[in-house]
């Protein structure tokens, strides 16, 4: 019995090893840390019991039975099927934050951490001497998140919204979630060369989220802010976070499909004839940093 279990932990960790490589090759950062970080987070101890729910375009399927194999896969996995809330797409996840590159010694936000999986990753990459800090409105999630995350000891999980303040001066903030703006209190709370990684997504037909596009925005000192997106993603909706108008804006900028063309965000000046998008003190700019 104890040589079987022997042999089901290490085909596991073959699994994981092999997901860990898969993944943060096809993200385009093979054989470093992030890697060392995936292979060192165990999936199957944040989705809970199997057999799962896998996000397809056609909706969930089941998995055959409850072996964790599954879960190696660049498969969404459901958190909450009814309410569709997902642990997102691994190469997705991966080339998001291979895009921050956050390191040992920094504050990292994650909002919109969920049961806490890529939070995990996000606090190897900043440990020893970094921390985490993780925001995680749905209660459920964040007291699960909070218990897979008990014995990182350089993570905080906050059972409330990332999207009001306060929020700790950071180098870092991810968040998982969709938003109609840079938020004020995110911007103002990024340290010099900070990063703020976010999806900009308008809605979509029937309430579903809409297609838009992972933002990454990096603090300029000493107070611009270079622009830039990363690739387009469809995201759950960030509550707290979200206009309507502003919303209705964005969906006919994506429209057009020159978002690749974002160069930089300005804060509370008139929109100029580079601008891409406008949202309440705030627009996105085609022309670099002044």
């Given at each position: 019995?104890?040589r079987r279990?022997?042999?089901?932990?290490?085909?596991?960790?073959?699994?994981?090893?092999?997901?860990?490589?898969?993944?943060?090759?096809?993200?385009?950062?093979?054989?470093?840390?992030?890697?060392?970080?995936?292979?060192?987070?165990?999936?199957?101890?944040?989705?809970?019991?199997?057999?799962w729910?896998?996000?397809?375009?056609g909706?969930?399927?089941?998995?055959?039975?409850?072996?964790?194999?599954?879960?190696?896969?660049?498969?969404?996995?459901?958190?909450?099927?009814?309410?569709?809330?997902?642990?997102?797409?691994?190469?997705?996840?991966?080339?998001s934050?291979?895009?921050?590159?956050?390191q040992?010694?920094?504050?990292?936000?994650?909002?919109?951490?969920?049961?806490?999986?890529?939070?995990?990753?996000?606090?190897?990459?900043?440990?020893?001497?970094?921390?985490?800090?993780?925001?995680?409105?749905?209660?459920?999630?964040?007291?699960?998140?909070?218990?897979?995350?008990?014995?990182?000891?350089?993570?905080?999980?906050?059972?409330?919204s990332?999207?009001?303040?306060?929020?700790?001066?950071?180098?870092?903030?991810?968040v998982?979630?969709?938003?109609?703006?840079?938020?004020?209190?995110?911007?103002?709370?990024?340290?010099?060369?900070?990063?703020?990684?976010?999806?900009?997504?308008?809605?979509?037909?029937?309430?579903?989220?809409?297609?838009?596009?992972?933002?990454?925005?990096?603090?300029?000192?000493?107070?611009?802010?270079?622009?830039?997106?990363?690739?387009?993603?469809?995201?759950?909706?960030?509550?707290?976070?979200?206009?309507?108008?502003?919303?209705?804006?964005?969906?006919?900028a994506?429209?057009?499909?020159?978002?690749?063309?974002?160069?930089?965000?300005?804060?509370?000046?008139?929109?100029?004839?580079?601008?891409w998008?406008?949202?309440?003190?705030?627009?996105?700019?085609?022309?670099?940093?002044?």
């Amino acid at each position: 019995m104890a040589r079987r279990k022997e042999r089901n932990v290490e085909r596991l960790e073959a699994h994981r090893t092999f997901f860990a490589n898969l993944i943060t090759t096809s993200a385009g950062v093979p054989n470093g840390p992030l890697t060392a970080a995936f292979a060192a987070t165990p999936r199957e101890r944040f989705l809970g019991p199997g057999p799962w729910k896998i996000f397809t375009g056609g909706g969930y399927i089941s998995t055959p039975t409850d072996d964790p194999a599954f879960l190696y896969q660049d498969v969404t996995v459901a958190l909450s099927e009814a309410g569709k809330i997902n642990n997102g797409q691994p190469v997705l996840h991966a080339v998001s934050i291979a895009t921050l590159n956050p390191q040992n010694g920094e504050t990292v936000l994650h909002i919109g951490a969920g049961t806490g999986y890529y939070t995990a990753v996000l606090a190897r990459l900043t440990a020893p001497a970094g921390m985490v800090v993780a925001y995680e409105i749905e209660p459920t999630l964040a007291e699960l998140a909070a218990a897979h995350l008990a014995d990182m000891k350089n993570v905080v999980v906050n059972a409330r919204s990332g999207a009001v303040g306060p929020l700790p001066a950071c180098n870092v903030i991810y968040v998982s979630a969709g938003a109609t703006a840079p938020l004020d209190v995110w911007l103002d709370a990024l340290l010099p060369s900070g990063r703020l990684l976010f999806p900009l997504t308008p809605d979509g037909p029937d309430g579903r989220p809409g297609a838009g596009g992972m933002l990454l925005i990096t603090r300029v000192p000493p107070d611009r802010y270079s622009a830039r997106f990363i690739m387009p993603v469809m995201f759950v909706p960030c509550q707290g976070a979200r206009d309507d108008e502003t919303a209705k804006k964005l969906a006919e900028a994506f429209k057009r499909g020159d978002m690749h063309n974002v160069r930089s965000l300005r804060r509370n000046t008139p929109p100029d004839d580079t601008c891409w998008c406008a949202g309440n003190g705030w627009w996105l700019s085609t022309a670099e940093s002044g």
